[in-house]
């Protein structure tokens, strides 16, 4: 579904659907895009672009936050419709090429997760900054919802004052059935990786927070206030990148605790079986 597009703050755009962010930063050089929602999404995207006075063939660069299906969509539409170049981390370079998410990825198992593949992306590494004309975009690489998880900083002004943007990636502990954070005997455990990555997004200079999922910024609530109360920039928040960065080490503390009751309700069951055999109740 639609959403309607804005101006966030300076030359950056909300130009996503309704419920998935895309974002648009805008030079007369040439334009960037971030993320490119659902397959289906591609030409309200466009739409919204041009809602905006702006033209899609202007789109120089598209880069992804995580290559799932939702994000990373509508690129390859995209991607055709205005001959831009693509850039991803390494990981998430292979998942959108590959039209679908790596093995090692906790939704993996997930079925009906694919979407079009991407041609030509270009890997890029961490702390790597990309330029169109005077626009420049940095990569972090913050892995934990997928292997390739990737934040986004750039900044933008308005009159004489310029402030820091950050598209923060998905940091929540979703998985398909049978993955563990925590680890087993096929994989390592990403919990080291996925607590770092949340401390990186909590410590980058941040004025404006964006994700690729609106609520998770109250987009809709801040876009009420900003109707109410016009002259306060409500996108403005200091404090929103630590606030999300908390509310993701609850996330994930949560999920590792689910992670370990399993386990130990599975080390239960095995010693029961053990002791008493298949058939015996053993409450
Ligand atoms: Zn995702």
Known sequence: ??????????????????????????????????????????????ASIAKLGFRVE?????VNTHAHFDHAGGIAALQR????????????ARALEAGGPTDDDPQFGFRNNGFPPVQGVRSVSDNETLRVG????????????????????????EVDRCLNIVYADSLSAVAAPGFRFT???????????????????????????LTPHP??????????????????????????????????????????????VASGKKQARRLALRDHGPRRNVS
């Not at 109707?227 to 996108?235: A, C, D, I």
Request: hydrophobic content about 40%; proline content about 7%.
């Open 215 to 260: 609520e998770l910024f109250d987009m809709d609530a801040k876009l009420q206030r900003w109707r109410e109360q016009p002259n306060v920039n409500p996108f403005i928040q200091s404090e929103s990148c630590k606030h999300y960065a908390v509310q993701a080490r609850r996330n994930l503390q949560h999920r590792l605790d689910e992670e370990r």
């Open 1 to 46: 579904m639609p959403h309607e597009p804005f101006r966030v703050y300076g030359n950056t755009y909300y130009v996503g659907v309704a419920g998935l962010s895309v974002i648009l930063i805008a030079s007369n050089k040439g334009l960037i895009l971030l993320d490119g929602a659902l397959p289906q999404s591609a030409p309200i995207i466009a």
């Open 81 to 92: 419709a205005s001959s831009a170049s693509v850039a991803a981390s390494p990981s998430g």
């Open 183 to 209: 680890g087993d005997a096929t994989r390592p455990s990403r919990v080291d990786g996925f607590m770092h990555s949340i401390a990186r997004v909590e410590s980058l200079p941040c004025d404006v927070l």
């Open 58 to 62: 202007d789109i120089r660069l598209i």
């Open 134 to 157: 005077e626009l420049a975009i940095t990569a972090h690489l913050t892995p934990g919802h997928t292997p390739g998880s990737t934040t986004w900083t750039w900044r933008s002004c």
